[in-house]
């Protein structure tokens, strides 16, 4: 009977190890694409950055970035899809981290910092798209202005998102501030830490 057991013990085993292995595997890759897309909207905003206006003029420049920059179409596709994929990535990437329980002391710091950089990943997309300026986004600017409002301080909190108390196309210049500099430098600095915590041993374990 022990010898029986023992067989099919070792026969478990090296399953298990595999399973989790691959979930390693899996939530490795995930956080890996959410980086690639980082570097990608790094690359393809620091080209848009020199063309853009921010302003009143937000929306024709837009137009004419086009025609200014060579593959100006694509360059924007590459920097919207490439939003869109860190978003997707990064919530999955922590759904992975829930359903492995990797969340749990001693992972709990990049647990956290996942968290807070999810939230700073869909206030970029927010406020990129913001950037477009018209008619589009001066109604994204009302909803989030709405919302904001409706927090305790949120008079205040709207007036410093969006730099006045009404999202007027002038609120590009307070969203282009946000986007470019203050949203997309915390992001890129947790994302170093992050990966830094992953490399010293705090990363996700197969459990």
């Not at 085993?13 to 390693?24: F, K, M, S, V």
């Not at 990535?89 to 990049?110: C, D, G, K, Q």
């Not at 970029?124 to 798209?129: E, K």
């Amino acid at each position: 009977m022990g010898k029986h057991e023992d067989s099919f013990a070792g026969h478990i085993r090296p399953r298990q190890i595999r399973a989790g292995a691959l979930r390693l595997r899996a939530t490795f890759c995930l956080g890996g694409f959410s980086f690639l897309a980082f570097i990608v909207l790094t690359i393809t905003g620091m080209l848009l950055l020199f063309y853009y206006q921010p302003g009143d003029s937000a929306f024709a420049s837009l137009s004419e970035l086009d025609s200014a920059l060579p593959y100006g179409g694509l360059i924007r596709s590459l920097h919207f899809w490439a939003g869109q994929l860190m978003v997707i990535t990064v919530f999955l990437h922590m759904v992975r981290v829930v359903w492995s329980r990797a969340y749990r002391p001693i992972r709990e710091l990049n647990w956290i910092t996942g968290v807070v950089l999810f939230g700073l990943t869909v206030m970029l997309d927010y406020s990129g798209y913001l950037l477009r300026g018209g008619q589009e986004s001066g109604a994204a600017a009302t909803v989030g202005q709405a919302l904001i409002t409706s927090l305790p301080g949120g008079k205040a909190l709207a007036t410093v998102f969006f730099g006045q108390p009404t999202p007027l196309n002038g609120s590009t210049l307070s969203m282009f501030v946000w986007h470019v500099f203050i949203l997309a430098g915390a992001a890129g600095f947790l994302q170093m830490f992050h990966f830094w915590r992953v490399r010293r041993g705090g990363g996700v374990r197969p459990l």
